[in-house]
């Protein structure tokens, strides 16, 4: 089923709450309805959209927002002892994670409380707590709306990486509309508790003994400390990527930071990767507030709508502010990980 709504408020379906509006709105519920739906669509004025969790819209949107409402969830055993779930592009990815966990399924559970749809998701490469979805997908279905047909794409063709997909690629935004992922689930490869406190906040549970929702209620305990609660503040997660920067640029932070202070860090294969929520507490905006937009001041990664109020303009603002004052004092350019729209 297809609905049209001409002159759309959004405000309830970006998780910012910027109220600005839409010229048009169309929700769909099955797969079949995108055919006709892009019939009539300006092919390049269009936005799919899933929860709004990683969108910032930078004013009234003057193009059409597309949204799934494909609601299935399939599962289906694998000769290879995996669970594949096929799971419509509208789901809320924290749903599944709920319902795999309760049926003692292993692979997403680090992924816990991440708003957002399941279409997104795979999109996004959502991660945390050490792990990315990119470790359970087994291919996305979408329409592909430049050849007018569906088609299966395999997880090597993603094109997987921090953050980032094949979908992302500014040649393929307008290209691919997902419908429908399939993941890998197991019942029997275990916790993964490498990351940060989660073996912490696991208490003295024995890990042997650990269920998939244990870890799931760990993972939203250590998150419900750190990050705002969505229901109650709008913001879109981590504002920004952290940042990979050359051993040079490392050494250059670590001469700033002065010799006692240690520079949090990863090694990863194009150089060294710096948190960006430290970056911007040294620079002094943990807790900042510009207006009606501030930087949180338990995780300064996440920019928030503080009241409700904040406009695009105070949000922006209030980033260009961390990103000059960061390459101001340490030469790396932040890289917005939110989809500005
Ligand atoms: N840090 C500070 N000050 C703070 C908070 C953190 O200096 O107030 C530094 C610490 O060194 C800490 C490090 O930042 O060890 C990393 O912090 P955290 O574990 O909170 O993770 P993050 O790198 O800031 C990333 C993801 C989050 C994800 C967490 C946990 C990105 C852009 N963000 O944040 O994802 O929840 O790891 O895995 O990679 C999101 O993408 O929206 C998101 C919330």
Redesign the pocket.
């Known amino acids: 089923m297809i609905t049209e709504i001409p002159d759309f408020n959004i405000r309830a379906f970006n998780t910012f709450g910027m109220n600005v509006e839409c010229s048009k709105w169309i929700d769909y519920t099955e797969p079949s309805d995108l055919p006709s739906v892009f019939a009539s669509v300006d092919r390049h004025r269009f936005r799919c959209i899933g929860a709004g969790s990683?969108m910032l819209f930078t004013g009234n949107y003057d193009g059409t927002l597309i949204h799934s409402s494909i609601l299935s969830v399939e599962t289906e055993p694998c000769d290879n002892g995996m669970t594949r779930l096929r799971v419509g592009s509208g789901m809320t990815f924290d749903k599944v994670i709920e319902m795999s966990a309760a049926a003692g399924l292993w692979g997403i559970e680090?992924l816990s409380a991440?708003p957002g749809d399941a279409g997104a998701a795979a999109v996004q490469n959502?991660?945390?707590?050490?792990v990315e979805v990119k470790d359970v997908i087994e291919s996305v279905e979408v329409y592909d709306i430049q050849e007018n047909r569906f088609r299966t794409i395999d997880r090597v063709e993603c094109g997987y990486g921090?953050?980032m997909s094949m979908f992302k690629l500014p040649e393929n935004r307008y290209r691919y509309v997902v419908t429908a992922i399939n993941i890998l689930l197991s019942a029997t490869s275990g916790p993964k508790l490498d990351?940060?406190n989660i073996r912490q906040a696991l208490e003295d549970k024995e890990v042997s003994a650990l269920t998939p929702m244990d870890v799931r209620e760990a993972i939203i305990r250590i998150?419900d400390e750190?990050?705002p609660a969505p229901e109650l503040v709008g913001s879109?997660?981590?504002f920004?990527?952290?940042p990979v920067v050359s051993r040079e640029v490392y050494d250059k932070v670590c001469l700033i930071a002065g010799e006692s202070v240690r520079v949090?860090h990863y090694e990863v294969e194009a150089g060294v990767k710096i948190?960006?929520?430290?970056l911007?507490?040294?620079c002094g905006f943990?807790g900042k507030t510009k207006g009606n937009a501030a930087v949180w001041h338990?995780?300064?990664?996440?920019i928030v709508n503080a009241n409700g109020q904040a406009t695009p303009d105070e949000i922006i603002g209030l980033e260009q502010d961390i990103c000059r004052a960061v390459d101001q004092r340490y030469g790396i350019t932040l890289e917005p990980?939110v989809d500005h729209i």
């Open positions: 990683n680090n991440i959502i991660g945390a707590y050490g921090y953050r990351y940060g998150r750190k990050l879109a997660g981590s920004f990527k952290n949090p948190p960006a929520a430290w911007i507490e040294q943990k338990k995780q300064p990664l996440v990980e």
